[in-house]
């Protein structure tokens, strides 16, 4: 079975660079990216390439170079999945806010919809490939509403998690560790229609590395690698506040720990906390997934990598409050960096966000420079809080364009996202720009301590 056409539902941080990529690596295949987000897709099509809605290195110009080919951004849903062989679901799958699950369970709502679409709409037969993150036995579900309310058309279901991070999206597409693909291996259309699937990543990526799996297994490998990716940035940063106890350093320790090459050097940097619309909402899903299955132990355990980070980001903003002699009130914070991490201008989950409520509870006035996030994004993630009006927010964090600016005049400046240029400021102005004492906390291990110790600054940073 050869595919010619793909849609893929949702053009978001998933959707929009693993379509380009499939585009731009399989010149033969017609790839169309489609939303209901009408401003996502305008930005997707933006004459201006450096206009895309989603900032990734090197993903401008792939979009540039596909876009317009065999790379198409629509909003008419419908045509696009009657015209495909192969249509992708990427669309989110949020932590439910409401109903039982709430708070921990994957709401599914925007698959179901797009599940009723396709058997509404579809007058062919399809290859649906689960792209998003889902709780394990989904694609049972997918089958049920496809085959009971469709127009006789035959559906092949496959489980394709989609392994990116983001910051690194294009190269890891480009070369990752490994695709994974779970089909009906049992029967003769399931395996055909997961070599289909091998044969689109195969343009560029060794068959060796393309593993298959039952659907299951696939579906439930993608929240188990979420969960000990965090699992291992949790250990080490409970192991920070020890350090930051006993004279023990937190990067020392992961150096030493890290080169057992039965352990491994990745994921073991510590920072004022995970974030990122994943892990934590693929974690919480995990947990329900076990306690609904009544394996209370099983769900502890994982709950805990959870309850560890919310500490840690809490623990963070706490100690810059008790440092500057226990009071922040109408005290000037500076914030360097919103995004969740280093090039991104994704602030899904940020630690930046929780530490600068605690902040804000404590009546600190907060000033906030982030080289890719918007004043926008910014006061809309604080608002999503809930804890206090707009207003409140609009009046006590201003947003400036550079980190200069930023912190003159303020009591204290806090890294919150490693972003590459924060180590090349001009330190010494900003110390001179800043009232004494002048304090200078270190949320990710990014700025050399002695050189800033020498400055004059008291310097803080996590696990040291
Ligand atoms: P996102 O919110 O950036 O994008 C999802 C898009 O789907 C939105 O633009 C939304 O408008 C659109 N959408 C929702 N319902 C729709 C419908 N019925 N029809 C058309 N469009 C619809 O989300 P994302 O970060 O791309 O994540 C998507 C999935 O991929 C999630 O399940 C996530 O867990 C998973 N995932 C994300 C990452 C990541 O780095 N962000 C990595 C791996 C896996
Ligand atoms: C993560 C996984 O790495 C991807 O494989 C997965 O596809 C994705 O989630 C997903 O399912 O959404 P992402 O969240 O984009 O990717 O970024 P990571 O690099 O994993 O970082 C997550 C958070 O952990 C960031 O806040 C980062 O700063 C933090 N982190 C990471 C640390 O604090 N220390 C580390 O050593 C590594």
């Given at each position: 079975?050869?595919?010619?056409?793909?849609?893929?539902?949702?053009?978001?941080?998933?959707?929009?660079?693993?379509?380009?990529?499939?585009?731009?690596?399989?010149?033969?295949?017609?790839?169309?990216?489609?939303?209901?987000?009408?401003?996502?897709?305008?930005?997707?099509?933006?004459?201006?390439?450096?206009?895309?809605?989603?900032?990734?290195?090197?993903?401008?110009?792939?979009?540039?170079?596909?876009?317009?080919?065999?790379?198409?951004?629509?909003?008419?849903?419908?045509?696009?999945?009657?015209?495909?062989?192969?249509?992708?679901?990427?669309?989110?799958?949020?932590?439910?806010?409401?109903?039982?699950?709430?708070?921990?369970?994957?709401?599914?709502?925007?698959?179901?919809?797009?599940?009723?679409?396709?058997?509404?709409?579809?007058?062919?037969?399809?290859?649906?490939?689960?792209?998003?993150?889902?709780?394990?036995?989904?694609?049972?579900?997918?089958?049920?509403?496809?085959?009971?309310?469709?127009?006789?058309?035959?559906?092949?279901?496959?489980?394709?998690?989609?392994?990116?991070?983001?910051?690194?999206?294009?190269?890891?597409?480009?070369?990752?560790?490994?695709?994974?693909?779970?089909?009906?291996?049992?029967?003769?259309?399931?395996?055909?229609?997961?070599?289909?699937?091998?044969?689109?990543?195969?343009?560029?990526?060794?068959?060796?590395?393309?593993?298959?799996?039952?659907?299951?297994?696939?579906?439930?490998?993608?929240?188990?690698?979420?969960?000990?990716?965090?699992?291992?940035?949790?250990?080490?940063?409970?192991?920070s506040e020890?350090c930051e106890k006993t004279g023990a350093d937190v990067n020392e320790v992961a150096?030493?720990?890290?080169?057992?090459?039965?352990?491994?050097?990745?994921?073991?940097?510590s920072?004022?906390?995970?974030?990122?619309?994943?892990?934590?909402?693929?974690?919480?899903?995990?947990?329900?997934?076990?306690?609904?299955?009544?394996?209370?132990?099983?769900?502890?355990?994982?709950?805990?990598?959870?309850?560890?980070?919310?500490?840690?980001?809490?623990?963070?903003?706490?100690?810059?409050?008790?440092?500057?002699?226990?009071?922040?009130?109408?005290?000037?914070?500076?914030?360097?960096?919103?995004?969740?991490?280093?090039?991104?201008?994704?602030?899904?989950?940020?630690?930046?966000?929780?530490?600068?409520?605690?902040?804000?509870?404590?009546?600190?006035?907060?000033?906030?420079?982030?080289?890719?996030?918007?004043?926008?994004?910014?006061?809309?993630?604080?608002?999503?809080?809930?804890?206090?009006?707009?207003?409140?927010?609009?009046?006590?964090?201003?947003?400036?364009?550079?980190?200069?600016?930023?912190?003159?005049?303020?009591?204290?400046?806090?890294?919150?996202?490693?972003?590459?240029?924060?180590?090349?400021?001009?330190?010494?102005?900003?110390?001179?720009?800043?009232?004494?004492?002048?304090?200078?906390?270190d949320?990710?291990r990014?700025l050399?301590k002695?050189?800033?110790?020498?400055?004059?600054?008291?310097f803080y940073a996590i696990g040291s």
């Amino acid at each position: 079975m050869r595919i010619k056409n793909i849609c893929c539902i949702g053009a978001g941080y998933v959707g929009g660079p693993t379509m380009a990529v499939i585009a731009q690596k399989c010149p033969e295949i017609n790839v169309t990216v489609v939303d209901i987000n009408e401003n996502r897709i305008a930005a997707w099509n933006d004459e201006d390439v450096n206009n895309i809605p989603i900032y990734e290195p090197g993903l401008s110009n792939i979009v540039g170079e596909a876009r317009g080919r065999n790379l198409f951004f629509s909003t008419d849903v419908d045509a696009a999945i009657d015209n495909a062989d192969m249509i992708f679901i990427s669309v989110n799958t949020p932590t439910k806010t409401y109903g039982i699950g709430k708070g921990m369970a994957a709401d599914l709502k925007f698959i179901e919809l797009c599940a009723r679409q396709i058997a509404r709409v579809a007058t062919t037969d399809k290859i649906v490939v689960e792209k998003s993150t889902l709780p394990v036995r989904t694609a049972e579900a997918l089958r049920n509403i496809l085959d009971d309310t469709g127009n006789g058309v035959k559906y092949q279901i496959l489980s394709n998690p989609e392994f990116l991070a983001e910051g690194t999206a294009v190269d890891d597409l480009m070369d990752p560790d490994r695709v994974l693909i779970g089909g009906d291996m049992d029967t003769s259309e399931g395996a055909e229609a997961v070599e289909a699937l091998v044969n689109v990543y195969a343009h560029w990526i060794d068959r060796e590395r393309i593993l298959r799996t039952n659907v299951w297994s696939s579906e439930l490998s993608k929240l188990t690698a979420n969960a000990f990716l965090a699992q291992r940035v949790s250990s080490i940063n409970s192991l920070s506040e020890l350090c930051e106890k006993t004279g023990a350093d937190v990067n020392e320790v992961a150096k030493a720990v890290g080169m057992d090459s039965r352990i491994g050097p990745k994921f073991l940097q510590s920072s004022v906390g995970f974030g990122g619309s994943c892990f934590q909402k693929d974690i919480l899903n995990l947990v329900y997934i076990a306690k609904s299955y009544g394996l209370h132990e099983v769900a502890d355990y994982w709950e805990q990598v959870i309850i560890m980070n919310d500490h840690q980001k809490r623990r963070f903003a706490a100690n810059i409050v008790k440092t500057l002699f226990n009071t922040v009130s109408g005290k000037k914070i500076t914030v360097l960096g919103w995004a969740f991490k280093k090039d991104t201008n994704d602030t899904r989950e940020s630690a930046a966000i929780y530490v600068v409520d605690y902040l804000l509870n404590e009546q600190a006035e907060v000033v906030v420079y982030d080289p890719k996030v918007t004043a926008e994004q910014i006061y809309n993630d604080l608002e999503y809080l809930g804890n206090r009006s707009d207003g409140h927010n609009r009046s006590k964090v201003s947003v400036v364009g550079s980190a200069e600016q930023a912190c003159i005049d303020s009591h204290a400046v806090a890294v919150l996202t490693e972003w590459d240029e924060f180590k090349d400021l001009d330190w010494s102005s900003i110390y001179q720009n800043m009232l004494k004492p002048a304090f200078l906390f270190d949320g990710r291990r990014l700025l050399d301590k002695e050189e800033k110790v020498k400055l004059g600054f008291n310097f803080y940073a996590i696990g040291s």
